[in-house]
């Protein structure tokens, strides 16, 4: 017995309540359960689905390092002949890896189904190792502290159903920290490396049916792989996909939404089908539009059947146009949805039916009016997000997630920018839903790396793969308004390698996506007037807001923004005298005063930013660095100090200047950011109240800093900051102005 419903991205989610499979029915979440309550008409199934998808999550086994004796066999250098054939659909052309005779890993014991695996931590997913430290003083605080690399090996159970011969198996990982290797019952199957890069490997080959199943994926990020806290383990949602031979190939529909004419919107649907069927194939194609949020009201649009004729082995599209009387259009305010339900018919039998949600809507980026969205100016307001959830690491928590979208819609912020790495598909979704919009970013480097260990040692193997599979998984989302190929890149102001890349990945990108703008990050100048910003249609600058005038002048039709701005720093409820106009004081007790006039020497305070804003309109927004604080990075106490500290208890200031007189140096605790808007826990700093007046002026609000606590400051000048959306304030103290 199943049962089955519709999840938010209107896949078909299939839980099984029988053998193997019992123990994922059993941990349903509350909201998955809620919605299937309310949906009971979509909820149960008496015949099998074309399409099901099984949340893959429960029941994991789970071991730090490899047995022993393994030495580095199962290395990305050794493994990389089997590995780069499973991005091979990610390959423009007849472009293709040939996957060597011979099975990588067969003398693992950790591959094999007779190993016993019953000693092994049990967990379930999403599920990040690294997070659970300890932390290690002497590990940098960069990548806060935590060891987050070497091998790890997960393991998990399973048992198809007999009938089920028919069927193919695909395994989909939406992220897992990193160099992914996978077998099934102790034969290779496939992996990918880029930890950010949602990917779908067949198991149909490996699959035995009526027996247990065993999955083992071994994980090795390398060292030195990373700027910030990348997390670690398979920390984003894993599915098991059952179909059909002949079934919509993995993110195979692509919705383009045209402008309104008249009372009607067009919508124009290509559905790239894969035949994994021993024969040719051939079947009708049929698209029906409906509201998202009413399924059962009827088809608001219907397409005509296309004939699709593909070869075994081998993929083909179809395009449908569908005309919607009086769409709902997305925007920031009301954020309407609808679902495309796409399915492939051979004569009364359906072989596969796809869901995919998308909305109406117009976007432009005018290089004087600045960002349009429907055609209304909407200037975005944005910030700028890691991966990780503070204390909860990088496992995907969708509840934590909407509480830190809605805390930032709350002051008044409309966008998100995605730094510096694809998101989890989760945060799109709960994007379109909510009305945000989201610069989507895929690299922090690209050739020439930032760390001895990041992408620049796959970017030769995997860029191509990782920005197609990247686009074609969010193109569909309304929430994406721009693309980002890369941040603050090495490269920027050479003539020849970086804007040869820059040209590339874009030609990439639109291959896939010919609809959205394409932008990078740029902290060097010189990018915005060398053919590095003539490969991109948006120029995103880092931290020049003196430069928007003088940019502008030079480059009139091209749009700009800024990238990244601000990079304030403070720590919540910390306040510290004698107040400066320095912006690089403020500093003690491994803490950041939160009057918020401090930052590095690299970046500028709101208000600087803000200037520049209002005094360049045609700018179309910012992304502050960051919204919220994220683990790594503690700028200023990113290393161990040479020198003095400052330090409000003497008894400390004392015995810090022993330990440095001692050891040379003071050991820095730090280990997470203090950019953030808001806090690691999602509190709320003082700097919240600042944008928010900036961002909401129509919302009336008044915030009055520091706190009132103060014995030790009787008869001392206190400064006082209030920050509302008011044109002017009064202050008061004790009933007197």
Not at 442 to 459: E, N, P
Request: aromatic share 12%; glycine share 8%; net charge negative.
């Amino acid at each position: 017995m199943h049962a089955r419903y519709n999840d938010r991205a209107g896949r078909v989610v299939t839980r099984s309540i029988k053998g193997r499979l019992k123990k994922e029915a059993q941990r349903v979440p509350l909201l998955v359960a809620v919605f299937v309550l309310l949906n009971s008409n979509l909820a149960v199934a008496t015949e099998a689905a074309p399409r099901e998808t099984v949340l893959f999550n429960a029941g994991w086994r789970f071991q730090s390092g490899d047995p022993n004796g393994m030495g580095d066999s199962l290395d990305y250098a050794h493994l990389r002949p089997w590995l780069l054939p499973t991005g091979d659909g990610c390959l423009c052309g007849n472009v293709g890896h040939h996957r060597p005779d011979g099975n990588p890993g067969e003398d693992v014991p950790y591959t094999q189904n007779t190993f016993d695996d019953r000693t092994w931590r049990e967990v379930d997913l999403p599920h990040d190792w690294a997070i659970e430290g300890p932390f290690v003083q002497d590990f940098p605080g960069a990548t806060g502290k935590l060891r987050y690399w070497g091998p790890a090996w997960y393991r998990k159970h399973f048992w198809p159903e007999p009938g089920e011969e028919a069927r193919r198996f695909l395994l989909q990982i939406d992220g897992a920290m990193s160099y992914t290797a996978v077998w099934l019952n102790g034969r290779f199957v496939g992996g990918w490396p880029y930890g950010y890069t949602s990917f779908q490997l067949d198991l149909t080959p490996f699959v035995r049916i009526g027996a247990d199943n065993v999955l083992a994926i071994r994980l090795n990020t390398p060292p030195d792989a990373s700027r910030w806290y990348p997390g670690a383990g398979l920390y984003r949602n894993v599915w098991l996909l059952r179909t059909s031979p002949v079934h919509v190939a993995p993110w195979g529909v692509q919705v383009t939404t045209l402008g309104t004419v008249g009372a009607w919107a067009t919508a124009q649907v290509k559905v790239t089908v894969q035949n994994d069927s021993p024969v040719l194939q051939s079947f009708q194609v049929r698209t029906r539009l409906f509201a998202r949020d009413a399924p059962t009201a009827g088809a608001v649009a219907e397409s005509e059947p296309v004939q699709i004729t593909v070869d075994a082995g081998q993929r083909a599209a179809g395009e449908m146009s569908l005309r919607v009387p009086h769409p709902q259009l997305w925007n920031t305010r009301h954020p309407y949805l609808y679902r495309a339900v796409i399915t492939l018919e051979q004569g009364h039998q359906i072989l596969d039916c796809d869901k995919t949600n998308f909305g109406f809507r117009v976007t432009r980026f005018d290089p004087e009016r600045g960002f349009l969205l429907n055609g209304e100016r909407n200037n975005l307001k944005g910030v700028c997000l890691h991966d990780d959830l503070g204390a909860l690491g990088v496992a995907l928590n969708v509840a934590a997630l909407r509480r830190r979208l809605e805390l930032l819609r709350e002051m008044g912020c409309n966008a998100i920018r995605t730094a510096h790495n694809p998101p989890a598909p989760e945060l799109l979704d709960l994007a379109d839903q909510m009305g945000l919009l989201v610069l989507d970013e895929a690299f922090d480097c690209w050739d020439r790396g930032k760390t001895s260990g990041d992408y620049h040692l796959l970017f030769s193997d995997w860029h191509e793969q990782d920005l197609r599979a990247w686009v074609r998984r969010d193109r569909n989302h309304p929430s994406v308004v721009l693309w980002s190929i890369g941040n603050e890149i090495p490269g920027q102001s050479d003539l020849t390698s970086g804007p040869r890349l820059a040209a590339e990945l874009a030609r990439i990108v639109h291959e896939e996506d010919p609809t959205r703008p394409i932008t990078s990050a740029c902290n060097e100048i010189q990018a915005g007037y060398n053919d590095f910003g003539q490969a991109l249609e948006v120029l995103g600058y880092n931290y020049h807001p003196t430069e928007y005038a003088k940019f502008h002048a030079a480059k009139p039709k091209q749009p700009i923004f800024g990238s990244e701005t601000a990079s304030c720093v403070s720590s919540r409820g910390e306040y510290f005298f004698p107040v400066s106009d320095d912006q690089s004081r403020g500093q003690a007790d491994f803490q950041v005063s939160s009057y918020d006039q401090y930052a590095p020497q690299w970046a500028t305070t709101p208000d600087t930013e803000f200037a520049a804003l209002d005094q360049n309109p045609f700018v179309f927004g910012e992304f502050v660095w960051t919204g919220i604080d994220y683990l790594g990075e503690p700028t200023p106490y990113d290393q161990d100090a040479k020198e003095r500290l400052t330090f409000t208890a003497p008894e400390v200031a004392a015995a810090k200047q022993a330990e440095l007189s001692s050891n040379g140096k003071i050991a820095v605790p730090s280990r997470s950011s203090y950019f953030g808007i808001l806090d690691l826990a999602g509190f709320r700093k003082d700097r919240f109240y600042l944008y928010q007046a900036r961002w909401r002026p129509d919302y009336p609000m008044a915030h009055i800093l520091p706190h009132w606590t103060w014995p030790e400051r009787i008869g001392q000048v206190t400064p006082v900051q209030v920050y509302t959306s008011g044109d002017e304030a009064e202050l008061f103290l004790n009933g007197v102005r």
